[in-house]
């Protein structure tokens, strides 16, 4: 891989004259560049990188072979879905009718239009919804907008003393971070020691400053919430309605449904569960859903499909108002509508039991050399806490491997690493999400591997201290990564 093109800059590779493309000549009478206004025209040279088509290509492609991905090797990152993501969904986004401009006038839309209002249906029948608006651009986006229906629905009905949303322990960092934007006091509640949200802890917390409460199920720890008709009870009985972070839904497709657990609204990842190749921050789609009741808080615009089959968007004037410019990514709401439609409601639920099934397999061929704090069935993904002690080696000796060590060595034999160090309830957390588009065969490699990391460990722990050691990039320095970034582009 080590190459003169290798680990440079563009712009070192540059060299002045050389030219990877020409222009034509506008054929538009009158608009050449020697007679545009002197206003709009440049006085100095651009400082672009100058090279030839073929330096470009070796550059970018030498840049992208750093890169992993799912398309790359097994991505077992928790709480990030990083399943495969069929081609077909490609194809379906890039067809021309749908390069369209977002102010594209209604009649001219019709079939994105009429895509945004089926989208937005049948995640309704999954979620057991009444109505969801497909405009958020991110998951944390979707939790903003979800929240601040909430609000809206206590202002309208007079309740300005619901200040603060009760948020638990094991849930994502962006709850608490969305809910505090919304102008919201967290209240955090305790999980018990089988991970699930406690009772006992909750009950003196509701009252008439509770706005509502925020819960992921299954959990960030892959647990399934139990207690959630009870909880939903206890918090609508005190006035606060209940919001679902769907996040991660795989493993609740065509088994059970939000609506039905007593959840008034939630939001989804398109590009978790409904298949968009996400990662390094983008691009994403968090639609939120509602209950029958709420759908007129949702923001601005609106899909509607009219009595004659024609499709208009509207603004609703007890909606929150605009949460985005437009009608959210619609690139990945084509994607998420593919996805759909080439599943079929027959097949959707193999997709929840197999992530269910492949998360449990891994767990227990592995429970023999990694620590499992929390027992039992778990869901789409789970949490380990570190080596076991007798692979790990002593706590205080620097020769202790820990979940750092485990993920780096990892990278060596072509896995990408787990989510490591989150949730924050377990000092050497690792979270493992295998998804359920993963064969048999990858997830026995990906276990003999974790086994063999564990041995090594043992005989010697050196080599996972300084590993990774066949990567392009060798163990970063985390502090000065982030204090010293060197963006290559
Ligand atoms: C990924 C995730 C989010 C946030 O989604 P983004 O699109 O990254 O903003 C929220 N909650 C859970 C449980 C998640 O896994």
């Known amino acids: 891989m080590n190459n003169v093109y290798y680990g440079k800059l563009i712009f070192e590779l540059s060299k002045p004259g050389r030219i990877g493309y020409s222009l034509p000549t506008s054929d538009i009478q009158g608009y050449c560049i020697d007679n545009l206004p002197e206003c709009v025209t ?33 991505y077992p990152l928790g709480s990030c879905t990083m399943k495969y993501n069929p081609k077909v969904n490609e194809e379906m986004a890039a067809l021309p009718g749908f ?84 102008g919201l006091q967290i209240v955090q509640v305790k999980s018990t020691t089988d991970g699930t949200v406690d009772i006992e802890d909750l009950k003196p917390l509701l009252g008439p400053d509770i706005a509502g409460m925020m819960m992921t199920n299954p959990n960030t720890l892959g647990i399934f919430e139990r207690k959630i008709p009870e909880i939903a009870r206890l918090v609508h009985e005190c006035g606060g309605l209940m919001y679902y972070d769907g996040a991660n839904l795989n493993p609740m497709l065509g088994v059970c449904r939000p609506g039905d657990m007593g959840f008034d609204v939630m939001h989804i990842n398109l590009h978790k569960t409904f298949s ?36 208009s968007t509207t603004n609703d004037d007890q909606s929150l108002g605009r949460v985005s410019g437009w009608l959210g990514n619609f690139g990945i709401i084509i994607r998420a509508y593919a996805y759909l439609l080439s599943l079929g409601r ?26 499992l704090p929390i027992d039992g069935l778990c869901k789409h993904e789970f949490v380990f806490d570190g080596l076991k002690d007798e692979y790990a080696g002593d706590r205080h000796s620097p020769d202790h491997v820990t979940t750092l060590d485990v993920a780096k060595r990892l990278l060596d034999y072509g896995f990408h690493a787990p989510t490591i160090y989150f949730p924050l309830l377990f000092h050497e957390a690792m979270m493992i999400e295998p998804t359920e588009t993963e064969s048999k065969d990858t997830l026995d490699e990906f276990i003999a591997v974790m086994k063999q990391i564990a041995e090594e460990a043992k005989a010697n722990p050196e080599l996972l201290k300084t590993a990774p050691h066949s990567t392009p990039i060798r163990r970063l320095d985390d502090v000065k990564a982030v204090k010293e970034p060197r963006f290559i582009y």
Not at 284 to 302: A, K, W
Not at 346 to 370: D, T
């Open 346 to 371: 027959e097949n959707i639920n193999m997709a929840g039991k197999l992530s269910v099934l492949n998360a449990n397999y891994i767990k227990e061929c592995l429970r023999s050399h990694y620590k």
């Open 42 to 74: 440049r006085k100095n040279q651009l400082d672009l990188p100058e090279a030839d088509e073929l330096t470009v290509a070796r550059h970018y492609t030498n840049m992208s072979n750093n890169n992993f991905g799912v398309d790359t090797g097994f």
């Open 99 to 182: 390069n369209i401009h977002p102010s594209t006038p209604n009649a001219m839309a019709q079939g994105a239009l009429e895509l945004y209002d089926e989208l937005q249906k049948i995640l309704s029948e999954i979620a057991g919804l009444s109505r969801f608006t497909l405009n958020p651009y991110a998951g944390a986006h979707g939790e903003l907008t979800g929240l601040m229906v909430i609000r809206k629905y206590h202002m309208q009905r007079g309740d300005v003393t619901r200040t603060k949303i009760i948020v638990p322990d094991s849930a994502h960092g962006t709850n608490p971070a969305s809910a505090a934007v919304c």
């Open 276 to 311: 968009t190749p996400h990662g390094g921050g983008g691009p994403g789609s968090g639609p939120v859903g509602v209950r029958t009741g709420l759908e007129q808080y949702l923001p601005n615009p609106q899909v509607v499909r009219n009595v004659d089959g024609t499709y």
